[in-house]
């Protein structure tokens, strides 16, 4: 507000403002500056690195794209974080999975929710480290707190009995406190008991996922091979 106060007292005397008027146009100043700032911080916290839009996304690279265009551009509108609703990618490294899932987490800071975009092996890491010095209830609030967790690259390695736990608890406590986790995964559901361990723990999490949950399969080649020195369009 001090920044802007000269201007402002200029802009309401030129326009025979009130001094309520130019108050509230002070105030208006301040509050889009806050909104900015919190955005910011929300896209620093959500460790996305690059903000994508939706304009970025090339539907015409394949059918199931077109088949799906519809359910992609209604979770731009967030209504599923209100529900909790889970959201899976499932398709063939380089087909935009991660691409589209930092589309929507952009979209999630516009609105000022709090996101966390992170690889499963970075998470499950980071969990695993904090059993030795017995920090992990605390660390796994850093996953299982977000409105909104974004979890990259599930079924790219095997996970051991541990690792699968550790999952296990960051997917029931978010479905228990109806909090949406996107996840993007090269693997169908139907193979996750050869990447979590074994079948119990998989059909654990599988279906506290699927029971509220937007399903996207994409398919196509690899658009990281087709835009290779290309700019960043997926």
Not at 27 to 51: G, N, V
Not at 55 to 66: A, E, Y
Not at 70 to 92: C, H, M, P, Q, Y
Not at 128 to 144: E, F, G, M, N, P
Request: a positive charge.
């Amino acid at each position: 507000m001090s920044q802007h106060l000269d201007e402002t007292l200029t802009d309401a005397a030129s326009k025979n403002l009130s001094a309520a008027e130019a108050f509230e146009a002070l105030l208006d100043r301040e509050l889009e500056a806050r909104q900015t700032r919190s955005i910011d911080r929300r896209f620093r916290l959500a460790r996305l690195q690059a903000k994508h839009s939706i304009d970025s996304f090339n539907f015409n690279h394949h059918k199931t794209r077109l088949q799906c265009k519809s359910r992609i551009l209604r979770l731009l509108d967030l209504g599923f974080l209100e529900k909790g609703t889970a959201v899976v990618l499932i398709g063939n490294p380089g087909v935009g999975k991660t691409f589209l899932a930092k589309i929507i987490a952009w979209r999630a800071c516009q609105a000022n929710r709090r996101v966390l975009f992170t690889t499963a092996m970075d998470m499950l890491n980071h969990l695993l480290a904090s059993q030795v010095d017995h920090s992990l209830i605390r660390k796994l609030k850093l996953y299982t707190e977000p409105t909104f967790l974004l979890i990259d690259e599930l079924g790219y390695l095997s996970l051991d009995q541990q690792t699968s736990n550790l999952f296990y608890q960051v997917i029931s406590t978010r479905h228990s406190h109806n909090r949406s986790t996107l996840i993007t995964t090269n693997t169908a559901f139907s193979e996750w008991g050869n990447i979590l361990h074994n079948t119990t723990i998989a059909t654990a999490i599988a279906d506290r996922l699927v029971e509220n949950s937007e399903i996207i399969l994409l398919g196509g080649e690899s658009l990281r091979k087709a835009n290779k020195g290309q700019p960043p369009t997926e």
